[in-house]
């Protein structure tokens, strides 16, 4: 049996969530002893290490994905805290992008195992994450309730303290990542830490924090180079907000105090009613998949471009209130599903809205440009990038943790991967090129040890050049292999659009009939 699987459920009945292997693993003396953030400083965590680690982060972010807009950073304010609340189906990449497009450094609070990992808990302790336990291990006997009711309520508090001296914030109020098109129980967490760092805020006389909704849209979640579209919502005021005196002193005075049920549950349910909208909010994917094709035909039909990725869930969003006719709906979802079968989606539908598209000539020149990079690049993409998209894509698929965990491994092994393995093969083609310098001087007129000169601080000096110009290419050819598999992508979906346009042209034309 999959661990975790066993029916287990919480007391308002709901099915408790799958665990992890290493969410059953629950060492609570380290989670304990693990570093506390600092809030009399630019960054809570290790200066040097954060500032390393949002480099990597952005670096293998953009690489992830093939288009990313950001809106609304606009309504985030800077002159307090905030705390961010967003829907959570994409595992490590929803929080990631959370904080590489808010304005401000972070305080983290995240599943336990987190912090004890032994490459991710490095990372996980210098940005001082803080361990939340969740009802899922408690309940099932990770710990006492005396610990975890400890280990939570230091956690929040230094979560609400950050929040209150400034800081950003993202939790998740579902509290697990899941693959539903709509929004699962929505739980009190985020909401008590909020309503306590505005309690600690209005005890040290600062400016009272702010909560703000998110939508997170990813096309397909678990593809590589997918489209996404980070949408920050209204922030929810907390400054006329009445709170107890005896919540103001304690908070403040640096002791966990709960807010009151009432105040936290009038807040959740403020919260969710603005989150809802923030994502598909349909009891089925295969609703979204309808209402995107519905989208993309009607702009068909009025000879108008292809819908962005975030102009398409605006559409459907739309498409919650203005519902088309029950036989537009049925031949759409026939269609949809279609098109999701066969690993497809509205776009594929052509310029006519009467069938799929065929072979576009800007788009052949265009992804031939982004192929022969790649195919030059190819041997150093093999040895630089080889293992790290074998090993992220073997634990990826095998994950105990479901199909929304499946990106964060590709994230992880690219991140870490590129990190700690392309030093490796540019040290050890170094030495190769070294052991042959003879062979490939005299069979090309040049020593790439003696590229300044005979000496021997000239010989370290090309040997350290060599063994950057390595690490660049390798680079280079990361690069290049994003782009390239755009194109290899393209082509895929081209040879899928013909396999199946048999089936699907004719359902096409009944449906643009349908809406002309």
Avoid at 395 to 402: A, M, S
Avoid at 429 to 435: C, E, L, Q, R, T
Wanted: charged share 20%.
């Amino acid at each position: 049996m999959k661990k975790g699987a066993d029916g287990a459920r919480d007391h308002h009945g709901d099915l408790l969530p799958e665990l992890s292997a290493s969410a059953t693993r629950m060492d609570y003396q380290r989670l304990v002893n693990s570093p506390l953030p600092e809030f009399d400083k630019d960054y809570p965590g290790s200066p040097f290490w954060m500032e390393f680690g949002y480099f990597l982060l952005r670096r293998t972010f953009n690489s992830m994905f093939r288009t990313c807009e950001v809106s609304g950073v606009e309504n985030i304010p800077l002159d307090r805290g905030s705390m961010c609340s967003a829907w959570h189906t994409n595992g490590l990449i929803d929080p990631i992008s959370i904080f590489l497009t808010h304005p401000k450094k972070f305080v983290v609070g995240g599943r336990h195992d987190l912090v004890t990992r032994p490459i991710l808990g490095f990372w996980a302790r210098k940005f001082a994450v803080q361990p939340v336990v969740r009802k899922a291990e408690l309940l099932r006997g990770g710990c006492t309730e005396e610990e975890a009711v400890y280990l939570n309520g230091r956690s929040l508090l230094n979560l609400a303290t950050g929040v209150a001296h400034g800081f950003g914030c993202a939790l998740f109020p579902e509290g697990t990542s899941h693959s539903e098109s709509h929004l699962i129980r929505v739980k009190t967490g985020p909401f008590r830490t909020v309503l306590a760092a505005a309690a600690h805020a209005k005890g040290k006389a600062n400016n009272i924090p702010v909560i703000i909704p998110l939508g997170l849209h990813f096309r397909t979640r678990h593809f590589f180079r997918t489209d996404c579209w980070i949408e920050y919502g209204k922030p929810v005021d907390l400054a006329d907000r009445e709170f107890p005196d005896d919540l103001v002193n304690s908070i403040s005075s640096g002791d966990w105090m709960e807010p009151p049920a009432d105040l936290v549950t009038e807040l959740r349910d403020e919260v969710e009613k603005q989150l809802a909208p923030l994502t598909p909010n349909r009891e089925t994917w295969s609703e979204v998949h309808r209402d995107g094709v519905i989208a993309h035909m009607k702009e068909r039909i009025a000879n108008k471009s292809t819908l962005t990725w975030r102009e398409e869930v605006l559409a459907v969003r739309k498409m919650k209130d203005e519902p088309e006719s029950d036989d537009v709906q049925r031949l759409a979802t026939k269609i949809g599903d279609s098109l999701n079968h066969a690993v497809l989606d509205a776009r594929d539908i052509n310029s006519n809205g009467d069938g799929l598209r065929g072979i576009s000539p800007a788009g052949f020149v265009s992804n031939l440009f982004k192929l022969i990079p790649m195919l030059l690049l190819l041997p150093s993409i093999i040895i630089g990038l080889g293992p790290q998209i074998t090993l992220g894509r073997l634990l990826g698929d095998r994950t105990d943790e479901g199909l929304d965990a499946r990106t964060s491994y590709f994230f992880l092994f690219g991140m870490f991967g590129s990190l700690g393995w392309w030093p490796i093969m540019a040290t050890v083609w170094s030495i190769v090129i070294f052991a042959f310098s003879s062979e490939i001087e005299s069979e090309f007129g040049i020593s790439a040890f003696q590229l300044f000169g005979s000496s021997i601080l000239s010989a370290v000096f090309s040997s350290i050049v060599l063994w950057l110009s390595l690490i660049a290419i390798f680079w280079i050819g990361a690069i290049s292999f994003a782009n390239g598999w755009d194109a290899v992508s393209d082509t895929m979906r081209l040879i899928r659009r013909i396999k199946c346009s048999s089936s699907i042209n004719p359902d096409l034309r009944n449906l643009r009939d349908m809406l002309d």
